[in-house]
Every structure is written in C-alpha cells, then in structure tokens.
C-alpha cells in the first residue's frame, strides 16, 4: 500500500523521469550486476538517435581517476563497473539537458561522497523534515525486510548513484549502542545487499561507550586491551556480513555524547582504536570536529583548539569531518579555520543538505549558493587560492583520503524530501561531491529541466516558450533563494538567533534561567545600548587569529570585513556607517524587509507558471511559499523589534512597519 501510494505521487520520481522509447543497441565487454544497470539504464532513458551502437568499455586508462570515466559521442570508457554506470548517468544528463556529448574526461573531486543520516533506531529523524526514516521503524515488524523496504532503497540507490553518491550512513551521529546488535546488523546487511550494485557503501555511527553498554565491559577506554579486543571482534562480525563495509562515523565528547575524554584520551587515541579494527579489512573512521562546551572560550574558536595539536597523530584511515562553519550549520557562516591548517590529516567537508537552520520543510531555499561559497572561500594557507574546494580536494594538499559528506534530507514523504524544491538540495550536493567547481546556476539549471520539463501535457512539449517562462524565472528564484532567507532571518553576519531548540523561527530574546549560555541567541547576538554582533578580533574572542594571516588581517579589519561577515567577527554601534551610507541600525532594517520582499516576490514568481506544473506540484509548492512568506514577516517584525529595544532608534520610513 505504502509503494502504490509513493508511486502514484508526482514529485516521488526525482529527477528520474522517463526516457524516450527509442531503442539502441549497447554492447558491453563485460558482465556484472552494475554494468547489468548500467545498460538498463541506457536503454530505457536514450533520447538521441535511435538504432545507433554504443560500447561500454571496461579498459585502464591513466586519466581515469577512480570511479572516472571518459566520455564521447557513441562510448563510455571506465576503469571500472561503477565508472561505467557514473558515465551513463552523465550522457543521459547531458541529452536531457541539451549539453553538448563530446569527447571529455570526467573524474569526482572527493573519493568519499557520503550522506549522513541522521535517523534514529525507532525511525525518528533527528532534524528530519521528510518524515520517519527509510531504514527503520519501531514495533514488532521492525527487522523485518519487506518488499517495499526493497523497492525503496533500490529507488534510493539508483537516485544516488545518479549523481555520484557512493557512500551512506544509515543512523543518527547521537547514536545508539544497539546499531551493533545482531538483529541490527542483519537489517544492515540487508540494505547494504540492495545498494552494492549502485556503488553505495554502507557505513554506521557507533556510539563510544558500545563495550561498556553492550558488550558487558566494565570500561570503553581506548587503552583497555578487552575494550580494544571487543571492537576488533565487532568489526570482524560486521564484515562477515558486509565484506564492503565502509567505517564508522563517530561523535565524541560532542553535546553529551560518550568518547575517549572520559577516560583521558585524547580524539586521536579513540579515533585509532576504531581506525586499527577496521583497517584489516579496508574500512575508514570519519571523526567529527564538532565539539563544544560550555566555557569561557568563543564556541566558535573550540574545534580548532582541540584538534590542531592533534594534526599528524590520526592513523591514515581516519578522516577528520569538520562542519563548514565554526558554529553550526547557520544561514551563512565564514568557513572552519580547520580548513587547509591541518596539513597532516585527511579533512573532510560536512555540509547539511536537510534544512535545520534554513526554514526546514517549509521554506524555499536552494542551498547551492552557500556550498559554492564555502567551496569557494580562500583559507590562504598555502597563497592565494588555497580555497576549501582546493585545500580538502587533493589538488593543493596531498590528503590518504579525499571525501565530503552532506546530512540527508530523505525520509518516508511521498517526494522524498518533504518540500519538492529540498529535492534540489540533494542533487545539488550529489553533483558538488563529484565536480566541486560546478556552479550553482548549472546544478539550478540541470535540476530544473530533468524535472519540470517533459514531464506532462503541461510542459516544454507543448510550451515552446518553457525556457523563457518557466526555466529563467524559477531558477532565478532558487538562486536568490538563500541571500533572501539570509536577509529576513539573519543577516550581516548575525547568527544562531533561533527560537529555543527547534531551530526554525525567531527567538534572539530566547534565554531561560539555568540554560547553557553557548545554546541561548544572546550569548551570539551580543546585543546591547551600544550596538550589535560578536567582537571575534584581538579584542575580543580572537577568533580570527585561527585563520591565516591574511584572512585574519581581512576580518580583522571593518573595512575589509566582507559586510556578511560583519556582526560574525565586530561589536559595532548602531549608528555605525555601512558601505551603503546607511547606519549599521537602518541597514539591519533594509536587510530584513528586503528579505521579507524577495519571498513575497517568489510567490508572484510561482503563481505565474501554474500553466507549466502540473497541478500537484504547482499547489504543493504555492502552499509553501505562502507559509515561508509569513514566515519570513514574522522573522523581520520580530527580530527588528527586539533589537529596537537597544537601539532605540525609529524604524526607517520606507520600510514596512513591524506589527
Ligand atoms: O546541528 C546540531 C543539531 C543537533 C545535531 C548536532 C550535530 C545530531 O542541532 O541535532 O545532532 O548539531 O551535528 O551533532
């Protein structure tokens, strides 16, 4: 029942829709259960000539990397199975989006292309906003493997592996000791079998203390040889399993989470331990950055002061995961200062495709643009143009691995993620993770088409005028879609004003006696009769002093200071003069009405291509924005009126009275 009604929802087919009915002929020199796909998927999705020849090629070629191929007109060559099946995937892209099908070598920029679920044994997601998980559920049919469970994780595979996924962590980074459970693992078994042909490794989080809490050990020290024993058994065990299993995901010492500190080790000693179990058989450890506690010390200062020391001292399967912002996940963040300063670690990029700080599964915001930004952002460790994209890449520094994750979006929602446009988001990250210099209009580009046009009566078919009315307005839309969330929520370098844990609406006023102080807006807002923001320079926090020299000159400076970057790194005063003329308090007020002008604006926007969507579709998304929209009012009244509180200054009159 659950696949009929999933099957018979428009926005549930992705960007995977039908092809022409032409047919071809493909001729393969080898045989396998990915090439098998591979050739499936070329036939039923071909829209060029038909009755033309196309040869698969398996052959060694020097500028192949990995799972690369090179492409041409009638042939895909590849090192390997899955670079043949990557290869497909892009000529069929290429048809449908109209690019160009000519002789061109194509290689991922990461090796390790991996989502993150965070999705919790009972089949709750945390900050999920698609539904229940698509790997688990409570009650007693919880281990059970049904068809449709199949059927769906093959739909998930393939959706991934057509874009250059080839990893997934199927459970919450708060994890739960019973991931490593018999019945557990089988179930991992099970979805691990379904994924192998699409390329997808499995991986699971573990939770440190699991010796101690599962395995009836008195300790989970890293030091302890029993502790040691045990994850070298429970490794064994897994991999009997799963022979292709790829790692463990850890969060430790990390918002109350269990890890090596406890015992008096250090990240490096418990990430080793993991790194040495899995080792034998080939596997990796990703070892999150993301720590914090509640101390004098600037939060966004405290994963540099914890792991720098400790560069060079990881075993080479470990990977070091660092968020892309020093905080957390925030509309717009400066990158991590980890970034490009640990030499002697293999780094990984987390960025988060489900929309926790971004208006969730209500609002409308393309995430592209800020993971362009961050790829994008110069670290100056090694000259100008050491950007992120470079630094974690392999190409400026040598790195054992090279990998970027993203915290998924999916859930059980007929469309997958909840609100149809959070499926761009997706595919954004998928096509980023293997070519990290794509820009934001082309992955905008290529989204839009494979999705809206040819789809049904209403589309480019039947509509010459498709690309002038419907293609250049919405992706213009996407584009602009998170400078406006960042406008009507935060801007100018605010952050973290969210409203008490849930993170969606206002709340820089939010701070309950007793509460961490690092977990309440004002602690990042600094608000007072003076003026506004976070003094991150010499004479405040420091921060800026983790970044290169240049880097740290450039925020240093208000000058300098990119203006979205402003109240991030300065404490300034309300009548502070910004590069507009404006004083920095009249400027917060353009910001967060213009904000609340561009969604307004979206609407227009949307209403006026009803007569290309089909009617599904248009109402689901016209729904949304509506609610964004009020939404967006009630971020710009609230915050403005609470910080009038300080300024005590009138709002502009140009601008929209906050009620
Ligand atoms: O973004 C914050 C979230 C937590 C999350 C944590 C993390 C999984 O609010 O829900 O926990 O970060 O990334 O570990």
């Not at 044994?121 to 698509?134: F, Q």
């Not at 720098?308 to 470990?318: A, E, S």
Request: charged letters at 20%; a negative charge; hydrophobic letters at 35%.
């Amino acid at each position: 029942f659950i696949s009929m009604h999933l099957f018979a929802e428009n926005g549930h087919q992705l960007w995977l829709r039908s092809g022409s009915g032409k047919s071809i002929n493909v001729v393969c020199n080898k045989k396998s259960s990915t090439l098998n796909i591979a050739e499936e998927e070329l036939k039923s999705g071909w829209k060029g000539q038909a009755g033309k020849n196309i040869y698969l090629i398996i052959k060694r070629d020097d500028l192949i990397k990995g799972d690369g191929f090179i492409l041409s007109d009638n042939k895909i060559q590849a090192n390997t199975d899955l670079g043949i099946l990557y290869g497909v995937y892009e000529l069929l892209r290429r048809q449908n989006v109209g690019d160009d099908i000519k002789f061109d070598v194509c290689n991922p920029a990461y090796e390790y292309r991996v989502l993150n679920h965070w999705d919790n044994l009972d089949g709750t997601i945390e900050r999920g906003y698609a539904g229940n998980s698509i790997f688990w559920r409570d009650g007693e049919d919880a281990f059970v493997v049904k068809e449709e469970d199949k059927v769906l994780w093959q739909e998930y595979a393939r959706a991934n592996a057509s874009i250059g996924i080839n990893g997934t962590v199927l459970n919450n980074v708060n994890a739960s000791p019973e991931m490593l459970t018999h019945n557990v693992l089988n179930r991992v078994k099970a979805i691990a079998d379904i994924l192998r042909p699409y390329g997808i490794k499995t991986y699971l989080s573990i939770k440190f203390s699991s010796p101690s809490m599962i395995g009836g050990l008195e300790t989970s020290d890293p030091f302890d040889s029993k502790v040691n024993e045990w994850w070298n058994e429970k490794a064994k065990e897994i991999y009997q399993l799963i022979p292709d299993f790829g790692g463990f995901l850890v969060k430790a010492n990390s918002e109350g989470q269990p890890g090596p500190q406890d015992y008096g080790r250090t990240h490096a000693d418990g990430a080793n331990m993991l790194a040495d179990a899995v080792k034998p058989y080939g596997g990796v450890i990703m070892w999150r950055a993301f720590v914090y506690q509640t101390s004098e010390e600037d939060r966004a200062k405290q994963a540099y002061n914890e792991f720098m020391p400790l560069d060079g001292q990881f075993r080479d399967n470990v990977i070091i995961q660092v968020k892309n912002g020093p905080i957390d996940f925030q509309p717009r963040e400066p990158f991590s200062p980890l970034f490009g300063a640990m030499k002697s670690s293999s780094i990984m990029p987390e960025i988060q495709i489900t929309q926790e700080y971004l208006g969730q599964g209500i609002h409308l915001v393309f995430l592209a643009p800020m993971w362009e930004e961050f790829l994008k952002s110069d670290t100056y460790r090694k000259g100008k143009g050491s950007t992120i994209a470079n630094c974690t890449d392999g190409s400026l520094i040598t790195q054992k691995y090279t990998a970027i994750a993203g915290v998924s979006n999916i859930g059980l929602d007929a469309n997958w993620c909840g609100h149809l446009f959070a499926q761009a988001n997706w595919y954004a990250f998928g096509r980023l993770a293997w070519n990290n210099s794509l820009t934001s209009e082309q992955i905008a580009n290529e989204w839009l088409i494979q999705t809206f046009k040819n789809t049904d009566q209403k589309s480019a078919i039947f509509n010459p005028d498709w690309e002038l009315n419907f293609l250049k307005p919405i992706k213009q839309m996407m584009l602009d879609s998170r400078e406006a969330a960042v406008n009507y929520m935060m801007p100018l370098g605010l952050h973290h004003i969210f409203a008490a844990e849930e993170h969606y609406g206002p709340g820089p006023w939010w701070a309950p006696k007793g509460i961490r102080k690092d977990w309440t807006p004002p602690y990042y807002h600094q608000a007072d009769s003076v003026g506004i923001g976070f003094n991150r320079t010499a004479t405040g926090s420091n921060g800026v002093c983790q970044y290169s020299e240049n880097v740290s000159l450039l925020f240093s400076n208000t000058i300098t200071c990119p203006e979205m970057y402003l109240l991030w790194f300065h404490h300034l005063s309300w009548t502070y003069k910004m590069k507009s003329g404006r004083t920095l308090w009249d400027e917060l007020c353009y910001r967060y009405d213009s904000g609340v002008k561009q969604v307004r604006h979206f609407q227009t926007v949307w209403d006026k291509v009803q007569p290309y969507v089909d009617f599904q579709r248009f109402f689901h998304v016209q729904r949304k924005l509506r609610e964004q929209s009020r939404n967006a009012q009630l971020w710009k009244d609230a915050c403005l009126l609470y910080f009038q509180q300080y300024s005590h200054l009138p709002i502009p009159y140009d601008i929209e009275r906050p009620v």
